[in-house]
């Protein structure tokens, strides 16, 4: 009953209201003045609850209209008393607005010039050329797949990133798989496993196997290779990604409490229902970087040689270096790598972990980046890349930075409806997105938030291809760090090749650190252990005396 008395008072009020001004009105006809509008209010409160195309409105009847009145004025309330549409917190209303307007096939043109500071630290913009090029197919595609696999994927330059059922409601899958499946994109599982939702629209999935294995477990939680055959082999899983860490909370664990872990959940994850479901820290299949690389061929062997790679948001870069030097060692590689930066995530993290554990996206990018040309294995392994992507910019900018398609979950998720109400852990997200409650989630109407997922996707890409043609480009991946500029002063301009240096090929292989990072980390780096060779303080003392040797002489 609770339920009723939160969401439909204001309904059951007017509808209160109607009925008794509507017994006096027959006794005396001044009380019209009031049945009437009270009337009109029960009637739009009706419509409210069976129109398919708002979710405020289908759970919040009569109320939930005001959000769409308070929503209509906010600019002006905002632009006299509140902040900027430019203020991240953490995406700016202007970003959320951008996904909505394309979402919703609205105009997404903005009149009376920029709202970004300009000569502020930090600007970025893409330079363009004098000579524009044409596009003629903006649907951009990047083909997965190295040399030991068999079924490469033809991937979109961009897809929605990991999110799992659980994390997300039943509808909220449905609604994002079946807008992949409209606008031929992949979808990323999470590693809640496959659950029925993502089977019913049939849209490509990217299957994520984080350290609980769900959905290729055994009884104990270890990884059963059965388990694994049986969801793999499937047609619509196009890629298994191995989940080493995620950009929210990296080498962070988890429990969902056996009161969440409802039927469904438990049939998607292989456990048993209504008892806690734990997601370790770290994996059990493998505890080396030999050992990382052996799972990943064994997976691409199993999946009858589909593409297997692995996501990480960095850490200690040395572990990042031991397996790369484990790739050289067995020759084994992954098909691909998807960076998270530590801005990234969409499941609710504890305070520290959300704002001071793991390296941003462009930095880790870069250095997955390097280290690949550095040891002449870049053209084997595709990158991808996820961490508060929304716009073709954001787009440019990461794939300018070494990444060969962009995963996105938050645009996504606006794309479906959510207003960052930043509600997801409490089960009571108020557009259906992020609940398992039935009646809140009924509120999110697949087919509709369906189309807009596509539209958002298509949208997205025909602004990318307008970039590029503006940069004298015809492919993002001719996109490099020198296209784009960051204003790092008032007086100072830099271009992300010049703050970011790329690599020459080889250059780790021939032992050239030019950069410290690479002096420092590489050496330490050990292919049989994620431990480090030497403590790091070691390794900058003795590159310190070095220095210090070299100026004196």
Known sequence: MSWMVGRYTSFVLVLLGTVITTLLAITSPAWLWAAVPLGLLTLLGVYDMIQVRHAIRRNYPVL???????EFIRPEIRQYFLEDDTHAAPFSRSQ???????AKQEIDK???????????????????????????????RVTVGGPDCTQPYSMSAFNVSAMSFGALSANAIMALNEGARLGNFAHDTGEGGISRYHR???????????????????????????????????????????????????????????????????????VAA???????????AFDSPIGLLHFVARLRELSEGKPVGFKLCLGHPWEWFAIVKAMLETGITPDFIVVDGAEGGTGAAPVEFVDHVGTPLREALRLVHNTLIGVNLRDRIRLGASGKIITAFDMAR?????????????????????IQAQACHTGKCPTGVTTQDPLRQRALVVPDKAQRVANFHRN????????????GLSHPSLLR????????????VRLLSALFPELEPGELLRGEFRHTLFKVGWPMARPDSFQPAHDVTVALAAIHRAQTAAATA
Request: hydrophobic share 40%.
């Open 64 to 70: 939930g209209n005001l959000r769409f009145l308070f």
């Open 96 to 102: 959320r607005s951008i996904v909505y307007q394309r």
């Open 110 to 140: 903005r009149p009376f010039g920029t709202q970004e500071d300009v000569y502020g630290d930090r600007y970025e913009w893409i330079n363009h050329s004098l000579v524009a090029a044409h596009v003629a197919d903006p649907d951009f």
């Open 200 to 270: 019913q629209p049939g849209g490509a999935l990217v299957w994520n196997i984080g350290s609980g294995y769900f959905g290729c477990r055994d009884e104990s939680g270890a990884f059963s290779e059965a388990a694994f055959v049986r969801n793999a082999c499937t047609p619509q899983v196009k890629m298994i990604e191995i989940k080493l860490s995620q950009g929210a909370k990296p080498g962070h664990g988890g429990i969902l409490p056996g009161a969440k872990v409802t039927a469904e959940i438990a049939e998607a994850r292989g």
């Open 274 to 284: 209504w008892q806690d479901c734990n997601s370790p820290s770290s994996h059990s």
């Open 398 to 418: 990461v794939m300018a930075m070494g990444a060969d398609w962009c995963n996105a979950a938050r645009g996504f998720m606006f794309a479906i409806g959510c």
């Open 460 to 471: 997205t890409l025909h602004a990318l291809a307008e970039l590029l043609q503006a940069a």
């Open 481 to 492: 760090p020198h296209h784009i500029a960051r204003r790092v002063s008032s007086s100072e």
